[in-house]
């Protein structure tokens, strides 16, 4: 086991066939979904994150720009990225909360598919049930 | 038969000895800068790879001593010679290992918490250097005068056989030069410092052995600052001085000078003896990393020859060696090549204006 704290630390996989810069926005939205980085904060410089993960200073600075166009940071040349305080977006509608629920029932699926146990399953579903509710 | 020289004699010895020491000194997953599996240097075809590297440099170096001994080599020759043969032989094991090489993780992790925080060297370590070559100037100018119209600026033995008319330049050119020089190491020290430009592979909390090394090298570009300035200021005051007959009896000064310039020398070899690359002969703590992935978090494909890192996907400017230990540029950064041009360049272009 690989025994990195995950409260905050983000990860990648160059192997993946997902681009880097998508995983990346991921991971950190992840982060900023969960309250683990808070509005005020500022994230590590592109150049700093970039030597870290070993990829280009081009693949931190797409994701960054695609969270700022999101509403989640904003760029300050110099400064980094500094977490906003993102108004929640309006409700969506109904074909998105379909989208969204087939989403959903496919990587279930796809995860059943793999092997992973049922109840394992329901568990990680359940965690973040609650920690939505929470 | 000549009489041998034992400055050759000791550099050659010490230089083989780190080159012999190589391989095993690399993070255990890393063998002849190929990624494998941390077993794979005890199994025999890890042996017989390094037995063979290592009967090429015992090798080289005895045919280097028996070349000076014979009066084939200048002074200069070995150290050419030792690191191409050790160079050719790195790339062989390269090549002998790579069939045997482990996947390399491409997993990568980062966090979010900002810079690291380490110990940083105080401020008044690190001005003393300035300071040595503040009171040789200071020194200097105010004797000025007692002066001899001829300058040495050259010693082949003890005694100096080339000279040049006093001036102001001739006389302060060897603390310019030591200034120099040290305000490059301080850029080398602030870019190895930086984590936007060298890649650490351990955050310290996890395992300090690593910070422990990177700490060390520091450390030891300080020393070798404060080394400069006293060499440049021993020459400066004790070689050529106005008080030098009075103060250093003919000949010691040169022999002050090589004394000094080689004291580094054991204590470096002790270090990478001591340490291993980024502090893996380190006795591990408590909480050090267990399992974590294979590889220093570079593709093996990057590293031509074994020992030249080339990645243009990676923002990095500074990362681990695979061949000895310490760090090693990205050639695929610009600011490598502008770093190599001043530590090649700066110092002859600064001959070259001085004169």
Known sequence: ?134 | MMEPNWLFVTITLALSLLLWMMPTLSRSDIFFGVTVPPSFRDSPEGRHILGRYRQLMTASAVLTLLAHFNDFLSSSLPVVILALVSTLGWAWGNHMTRPHSASVSPERRATLDGARREPQISLQARIGPYLILSAATIYLYFYYDLLPDSLPVHWSGPEPDRFTPKNWLAVFRPLIMATAISLLMEFTKATLASPNFTRRLIAPLEDDRESRFFQMNLRLLLATQYLMALVFSWVAIFMRGPHAPQLMPSGWGFYGVLILALSLLPVSIYISMRYGQGGSRLPASSHSLTGAPLGDRTPDDCWKLGQFYFNPNDAAVWVEKRAGIGYTLNFARPLSWLWLFGIIAGPLILVRILR
Do not use: C
């Open chain 1, 1 to 134: 086991m690989y025994s990195v704290s995950e409260t905050r630390t983000i990860q990648i996989d160059l192997a993946s066939a997902e681009p880097v810069y998508k995983q990346i926005v991921a991971a950190l939205r992840t982060h900023l979904v969960s309250g683990r980085i808070k509005p005020g904060e500022t994230l590590p410089p592109i150049r700093q994150l970039a030597v870290e993960l070993g990829v280009h200073f081009n693949t931190v600075a797409e994701a960054y720009r695609m969270l700022a166009d999101q509403g989640w940071l904003e760029l300050k040349r110099r400064r980094g990225a500094l977490v906003l305080d993102r108004e929640t977006p309006r409700p969506p509608q109904k074909q998105e909360r379909q989208t969204f629920a087939k989403r959903l029932d496919e990587m279930v699926a796809e995860a059943l598919a793999q092997g992973l146990p049922p109840k394992q399953v329901a568990a990680a579903l359940a965690r973040m049930a609650d920690d939505l509710a929470e």
